[in-house]
């Protein structure tokens, strides 16, 4: 029990006193991970919007095939990309092994099915007069597609939520396509793995820490824009 | 040049069902229309087919003069198709009422002028700023029928306005549905109940059987079907 307390005290210590390692790794896994999901976002919004409003062959194989995806293990997805980036794989000579684009492309796949079945599931609970009345309305469709998103932004908020969930989080995939090089491609689940391997639990409390308040801002936000929402 | 509604052959299936076949059906500007028929007799998928909110599996409607423009992906902006029950965007009553404006090209003074005028048309000035969601049921119906009338269609489709308001509602629809009639609009109302807004109506067509006959006219005499 001391040991935890004086572990957290001096994780503390290390997070107000400015450390500049510490703060790369935080720095390293937000620019990664917003990379992602701001990459990710538009298109899988799309995709889950043609998946519930749009019928054609194969759509429901392809909605299966997203679900089956969100659960793909992160290290699963990071060997893949291993085997295509490394110098004898097809994308080897793009040499983006162990760099940080590399990791944005990971987490891009990590995210990308979460993101289009959450938004899938968003477009397919409007209600489908939304998009009848605002196409008679005179709304061109992607006014109307606009307008869907503003009636769904609350399931969407959590679809964005959950996929930089899914990515902020993942140790896996940016271990083996980021290669955890100190100052460049550390990020705070590889740093804590790493760390805490090495029985220096300071920095990674400090880094899980950072990692449960932000867990905890996502959902305040999220949950007082619904509360809003609500308001009338 | 006056608007006309020309529909030809016109077949709608789901599956080995077919719901209707309609060989011919006209409609002018000013004439207004009660449709009639029973639950299920496909009233509703008839009216989205002549709005362009659903295909028909063969046949054609025409709208004339033309006006769409494909490169806009946009529905003729002179035929408004309002549902049985109005969906209410997120927002105020005003910017429901303001949601169409914003595709017309209208500068923000002329919206907020066209707004007003479609409160005051609809008696919901009181309830401008008010929540959308929270209006009742005959509310909601006047606030739709505002949202279409501030765009001056020359047709509207009205699905079943009238099920689900009380009476003085209901007369308060009519009342508004009579004076866009007067305006010049074509209005085609679905109803499987007589009501103040179907008495409105110069022709009587029946949906039966898959057939769409014309009952009453008060200016012709036409039979549509077999």
Known sequence: MDSLITTSIAALELLFSGDAELWTIIGVSFRVSLSAIAIAAIPALLLGFTLAMVQFPGRWALVAICNALMAVPTVVVGLTLYLVLSRSGPLGEWHLLFTQPAMVVGQVLLCFPVLVCMSHSAFQSVDKRAWETARTL??????????????????????????????????????MVGGNILGYSRNIPTAIALETSKGEFAQGVALGMVLLLLALLLNFLLASVRGRGQQV | MALRLEARQLVKRFGARELFRIPEFNLRAGESLYLQGENGVGKTTLMKILAGLDKPCDGSVRLLPARRRWWLSAL???????????????????????????????DQQTIRQRVALGLRWSRLEALAEHDAV?????????????????????????????????????????????????????????????????????????????????????????????
């Open chain 2, 76 to 106: 003729d902006q002179k035929v408004i198709y309002l549902h049985q029950t109005p969906y209410v965007f997120a927002g105020s009553v005003a910017d429901n009422i303001a949601y169409g404006l914003r595709y017309r090209g209208f």
């Open chain 2, 134 to 226: 929270t209006l009742s049921g005959g509310e909601k119906q006047r606030m739709a029928l505002a949202r279409a009338w501030v765009l001056e269609p020359q047709l509207l489709l009205l699905d079943e306005p009238t099920a689900n308001l009380d009476v003085d509602s209901v007369s308060l629809v009519a009342d508004m549905v009579s004076g866009m009639v007067a305006d010049g609009a074509a209005v085609i109302v679905s109803s499987h109940q007589k009501t103040a807004l179907t008495r409105l109506c110069q022709r009587r067509l029946h949906l039966i059987n898959g057939q769409l006959r014309e009952v009453f006219s008060s200016t012709r005499q036409e039979q549509y079907g077999h």
């Open chain 1, 138 to 175: 005179g709304a061109p469709w992607h006014k109307a597609l606009l307008t869907l998103v503003n009636e769904a932004r609350f399931a969407l908020l959590a679809a964005l939520v959950a996929g930089f969930g899914r990515i902020i989080s993942e140790v896996g995939c940016s271990m």
